[in-house]
């Protein structure tokens, strides 16, 4: 299930690492995004072990 959102985040999502967002300047919807797509990459790579 995460693989799939994870790879769902990877179409939808911004990347914020390509555009070069500074974290500390980052707004909290930027923040909030950062962090979803963390979790499910994180939950993604738990699930192929």
């Known amino acids: 299930m995460f ?3 994870a790879k769902l985040n990877k179409l939808l999502l ?3 690492t ?4 500074d974290l500390a ?3 909290k919807w ?7 797509r963390y979790y ?3 939950r ?4 192929k072990h």
């Open 3 to 5: 693989t799939l959102l």
């Open 14 to 16: 911004p990347s914020f």
């Open 18 to 21: 390509k555009q070069r967002l």
């Open 25 to 27: 300047k980052a707004k």
């Open 30 to 36: 930027q923040m909030a995004i950062i962090g979803w």
């Open 40 to 42: 499910v990459t994180v």
């Open 44 to 47: 993604a790579l738990e699930e």
